[in-house]
């Protein structure tokens, strides 16, 4: 089984190193597609539908790929059951796994210690992208969201977790607030003339490393766009 570690090993300036693509599809057989014809792609994200369908399958195939998994599971339960998966989880050898900050101070902890032995870095989702103040304020949360952002990934940090999930709009506060290894990696990104769909806190892809990100997140805008190929070499050579 190829190391997770070792793939990005004399990689890591390259651009496709920093873009993850979201495989927001519902069977193995459309993964498998994709992961063929987007051969380019190092890092694919895993979501719920497609781990729900065919998670083990799919994970399997992007490692005798030998590609790079961010295992976007979201998993928010009580401490002992979120440890438990999370310890499962990163025996795949993922190399990011999320948690959603909301589980409280407890989860995170027992989480974070489920794969401190492990190669998989935990990353938590502060607040969702599709979210805004007005769900925040639906919600009782009485801090604006920026702030609110801010508060859930100083906890993920002093928790010793390895980054957030965030949206482009919070990087550029998050990096000014957060120590500089700490990752931040950001969906919410489409191109400008790109529908935002469901996304409220958005930007384009060089706005967001600008503003602080490690990685970025597309999904619809790659997969669903007119030439695939050809805008996952234009999204490089922008990031270049
Ligand atoms: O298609 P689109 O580029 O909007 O996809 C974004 C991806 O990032 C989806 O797979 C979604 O689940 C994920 N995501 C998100 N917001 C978060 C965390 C993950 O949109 N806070």
């Not at 990005?8 to 979201?22: C, D, E, F, H, W």
């Not at 949360?141 to 609110?148: D, G, R």
Request: with cysteine; aromatic share 6%; charged share 20%.
């Amino acid at each position: 089984m190829v190391s997770p570690q070792g793939i990005g090993r004399g990689m890591t300036n390259l651009p496709q190193t920093k873009i993850i693509v979201a495989l927001d599809v519902p069977t193995f057989a459309a993964a498998k597609a994709w992961i063929d014809r987007l051969s380019d792609v190092i890092f694919w994200k895993v979501g719920l539908e497609l781990f729900i369908a065919d998670g083990q399958r799919v994970l399997n195939y992007l490692k005798e790929k030998q590609k790079r998994i961010f295992l976007d599971l979201k998993l928010h339960d009580i401490p002992n059951t979120v440890a438990r998966a999370c310890q499962v989880a990163s025996s795949y050898e993922v190399d990011f796994l999320t948690v959603h900050t909301a589980g409280g101070k407890e989860m995170l902890r027992c989480a974070q210690e489920a794969i401190s032995n492990s190669s998989t870095k935990l990353l938590a989702v502060t607040v969702l992208t599709s979210l805004t103040d007005r769900d925040l304020l639906d919600l009782k949360v009485s801090m604006s969201l920026p702030e609110y952002v801010i508060h859930l990934a100083k906890i993920s940090q002093e928790l010793g977790l390895a980054g957030v999930v965030c949206s482009p709009q919070e990087l550029q506060s998050l990096r000014s607030m957060l120590t500089s290894h700490f990752l931040l990696v950001t969906p919410g990104i489409r191109f400008p003339g790109d529908a935002h769909q469901d996304q409220q806190r958005f930007s384009t892809p060089s706005q967001a490393f600008r503003n602080g990100a490690d990685y970025i997140v597309v999904g619809r805008s790659v997969l669903q766009g007119a030439n695939p190929e050809a805008i996952w070499a234009n999204l490089c050579a922008e990031v270049r």
